[in-house]
């Protein structure tokens, strides 16, 4: 961490702890609101259900029928079960029934519905007065039942009498079989039963996954509102924010401080809020007859490995949000919807049927919350999460640069009235000669979801699911969203904030020798990074997917030359120009002041983040550094266009050109590795690729390193 942004941190967040404000949030609030609703409501709940238990329901009944239904409240419960399938789950648990608790009064029928509507009875029950001689005779009898479902007490008292009448109709069936000789099986002959096999830790986290992403989610806004609109709108409303920018450090290093001071105390909040409901959970749990019912402990980690981007987000979101308040009364209005979103994406869990796939994968929130109720019925893959933390990342980071923008504008920060207008029209805006860090970060945070949403909705659009993949298809899938996102977003993005398009896509004439080193790591790193993918499948099974869908799809272009020469276009060529504009273009040069390595690291594993499949991402990572320092010494985007350009083309001929084309992977099996003689000679043309590139051309004088 940069000395200025740790002085930053370490001030804002020494402040937010002393503010017993932000320890009741953070602290108190987590240690005691899960016990008191768990322990405290429950408890509170069960001596409500047994002082319901133990009321006694007025019921009316037709005149001179009270001693029929006294006869009936003493008819034994009936040992056997009704039949049908019996869950051993919902079995029993060896306590002997008790007689419904009913006060029976004889009243007529309209006596009866005015003193139900009176509420001074709670059902009212209708059959004939000679139902035992019509049993007798073995004639239907209908019964029914009046009672009011708004009220609870009436509910359960129509309940009570139900159950009545099942157990005497149990008690004649039995008495009828053992009048004509037969035994029970005449009526049941066999038993169903429905075994429940689920580990009672899956029982507990299907029942936890509905409302605990919510509950936790809620808890991190809280731990991180109040710290937010303090570090903004409340130094505004101190005039002590000026103090602060008027200091040697730049708004990013103070919005970074600020940023991470925000987020550990919401960070905290989250582990805090797992902490203390798993606590009160186990504690409620042991005082409670529920065998068949644990905590999923094991979910916990992944629980809060996620909930950390989550934390981010949100801080990022609410600092650019509070920023632009003038006080903190107001900061907490303009917070009040960022408070109800995850309300009301979280609620989408709750409908059936909903999967974690599609759109919800980069549902900002949502797919957090779904990822933890997948992960609670210890269900979800590797890719999901992947996805998951990848994408809130993006999001964090994107949020970050929008607040980064915000105290980058002085006519925002200072206005007596936040303006949006100040920090959007473009005629506010400076000229630039690159993007700043936040610019790139908010740049490919935007651009993460819109390009999988829209390659979504294009390959709906296009694919037949019958003809298959055709190649005109293929074209628009490709083309559409490396031109219309990769090249023309980054360029829309560079001319409305005026910046310089020459320093920022670093469209500079390179030396020849970059040129020969860019073509040379081309045509070694294919091989290579095979034989990087071969090694990583001994430890990481390989599983075809997507990606050998659409090999197959492909072959039969590669035997003809037209079919050659547009699969080079678009495998090729267009990402080569497409997204080395954004990686090594854009991206690479707003990160230029954070350092040369930082820079360089940051652009890979972005890079790698946008390449699916997940089992090849660690490579392409290592792929997107080495592009990215092959633009980072020639000061040029050229270089690493032929490097891309070369490296995607023989990736997709080469295994043709030399004669590998017949070593099929086999899913859960190692993957084949490059023969020595080629590694070989790739690891020879690689390092002569590094050599001449970093020879031809020494970085600028004045180029951070």
């Known amino acids: 961490m940069p000395p200025k942004v740790r002085a930053v941190f370490v001030k804002e967040l020494r402040d937010a702890l002393r503010d017993r404000r932000t320890i009741f949030a953070v602290v108190v609030v987590p240690l005691v609101w899960y016990p008191l609703v768990l322990l405290g409501i429950g408890e509170v709940a069960q001596m409500a259900k047994g002082k319901l238990e133990r ?38 648990n060896g306590e002997p029934r008790k007689a419904p608790a009913l006060d029976f009064k004889e009243m007529a029928p309209a006596d009866a519905e005015k003193a139900l509507a009176a509420s001074s009875i709670r059902a009212a029950v209708s059959l004939p007065r000679d139902i035992e001689a019509l049993l007798a005779a073995q004639q239907p009898v209908a019964i029914e039942v009046q009672y009011d479902q708004a009220e609870h007490r009436s509910r359960d008292a129509a309940h009570r009498v139900e159950r009545l009448f099942e157990n005497y109709k149990r008690h004649l069936v039995s008495e009828n079989l053992k009048a004509q000789k037969l035994k029970r099986e005449f009526l049941d002959p066999f038993a169903l039963t429905l075994r429940n096999t689920a580990q009672a830790a899956k029982v507990g986290g299907s ?32 005039s002590t924010l000026e103090t602060l920018v008027s200091a040697p450090v730049r708004p990013i290093e103070i919005i970074t401080g600020k940023f991470l001071a925000v987020s550990v105390l919401a960070m905290g909040t989250a582990a805090l809020n797992v902490g203390s409901f798993a606590a009160s959970f186990v504690v409620l749990l042991s005082g409670a007859k529920t065998a068949g019912l644990q905590f999923p402990w094991s979910a916990l980690p992944l629980t809060l490995l996620l909930l950390i981007p989550l934390a981010l987000f949100f801080s990022g979101l609410l600092l650019a949000v509070a920023s632009f308040a003038t006080n903190q009364k107001e900061a907490q209005v303009y917070c009040l919807p960022v408070l109800m979103l995850p309300l009301l994406g979280v609620m989408v869990i709750t409908v059936p049927g909903l999967e974690l796939e599609g759109p919800l994968l980069l549902a900002p929130v949502v797919n957090t919350a779904f990822m933890i109720r997948e992960l609670f019925l210890y269900h979800g893959t590797a890719q999901q999460i992947v996805f998951v933390f990848v994408s809130t990342c993006l999001y964090a980071a994107g949020t970050l640069a929008l607040a980064a923008r915000i105290f980058a504008r002085e006519e925002v920060l200072f206005a007596a009235q936040g303006s949006l207008r100040l920090f959007l029209k473009r005629r506010f805006l400076k000229p630039s000669p690159e993007p700043r860090p936040g610019d790139a970060f908010l740049i490919v945070a935007l651009l993460f979801p819109i390009n999988f949403y829209f390659q979504l909705w294009l390959g709906k659009a296009l694919l037949d699911p019958v003809a298959g993949l055709r190649p005109e298809q293929f074209t628009l899938l490709v083309v559409l969203p490396q031109y219309l996102l990769f090249l023309g977003l980054p360029l829309a993005a560079a001319w409305y904030l005026k910046l310089d398009m020459h320093r920022t896509f670093q469209w500079r004439r390179p030396p020849p020798g970059t040129l020969l080193g ?75 002041r954070s350092g040369k390595w930082t820079a360089l690291l940051c652009a890979g594993l972005i890079f790698g983040a946008y390449h699916f499949p997940l089992f090849k991402q660690p490579v392409v990572m290592l792929l997107g550094v080495t592009i990215a320092y092959v633009a980072w010494k ?15 083309s023989l990736s997709l001929l080469g295994p043709a050109l030399l004669g590998l084309k017949g070593e099929n992977a086999v899913a859960g099996e ?36």
Not at 71 to 83: F, I, T
Not at 207 to 218: Q, R, T
Not at 567 to 572: A, E, Q, R, S
Request: net charge negative; aromatic share 10%; hydrophobic share 50%.
């Open 670 to 705: 190692p993957l084949p590795g490059v023969p020595l003689p080629h590694l070989a000679q790739a690891v020879v043309l690689t390092v002569i690729g590094l050599w001449l590139v970093r020879r031809s051309r020494p970085e600028d004088a004045g180029s951070p390193s």
């Open 207 to 238: 029942l936890l996954g509905v409302f605990l992403p919510l509950m936790f989610i809620m808890m991190i806004i809280t731990g991180a509102i109040h710290p937010a609109v303090d570090m903004t709108a409340g130094e505004r409303e101190r």
């Open 634 to 648: 020639a000061r040029s985007i050229w270089p690493a266009v032929v490097f891309h350009f070369f490296h995607n």
């Open 55 to 92: 009321e006694v329901y007025d019921v009316a009944v037709p005149q001179g029928m009270r001693a029929f239904f006294d006869k009936l409240a003493r008819v034994p419960e009936e040992a056997s079960a009704p039949s049908g399938p019996r869950d051993e789950a919902a079995a029993d």
């Open 518 to 592: 860019g073509m040379c790591l081309g045509c070694g790193s294919w091989l290579i990074a095979q034989q990087l993918v071969s090694w990583q499948s001994y430890v990481w099974p390989y599983t075809p997917g997507e990606m050998a869908a659409l090999e197959k799809a492909l072959a039969p272009l590669s035997q003809s030359a037209p079919g050659i020469a547009l699969l080079i276009f678009l495998i090729g060529l267009t990402p080569a120009i497409c997204e080395e504009h954004l990686f090594r273009g854009f991206l690479l040069q707003g990160l230029r």
